[in-house]
Nanobody, 121 residues
């Protein structure tokens, strides 16, 4: 089984910054894409950013130029640097990873428990 543990959420003023981290642990053979999603009250969960095992990244239009996703494959950790935060960024942020637990296994999707990010004065 794969566990994803997020950290780094909290309160920041508009224009401020926060950095989220998500570490994967457990029985892991390989991790493909890792990413961050968010869900605000009354809204559907949406992709914020993702990064493949080869470093290719994808961003939601709303965060391009403000957020940066990186990963450390040796530590099985993905990061999300959030700059120039806006009130609209307020949401619960979830870490996501596609992983195989042994060679030949099907890739499965795993989720973290979520961390609250609030951008407010």
């Amino acid at each position: 089984q794969v566990q994803l543990v997020e950290s780094g959420g909290g309160l920041a003023q508009p224009g401020g910054s926060l950095r989220l981290s998500c570490a994967a642990s457990g029985t892991i053979f390989s991790i493909n894409a890792m990413g961050w999603y968010r869900q605000a009250p009354g809204n559907q969960r949406e992709l914020v950013a993702s990064i493949n095992s080869d470093g290719r990244t994808t961003y939601a239009d709303s965060v391009k130029g403000r957020f940066a996703i990186t990963r450390d494959n040796a530590k099985k950790t993905v990061y999300l640097q959030m700059n120039s935060l806006k009130p609209d960024d307020t949401a619960v942020y979830y870490c996501n990873a596609g992983a195989r637990v042994f060679p030949g296994a099907s890739e499965k999707n795993y989720w973290g428990q979520g961390t609250q990010v609030t951008a407010s004065s």
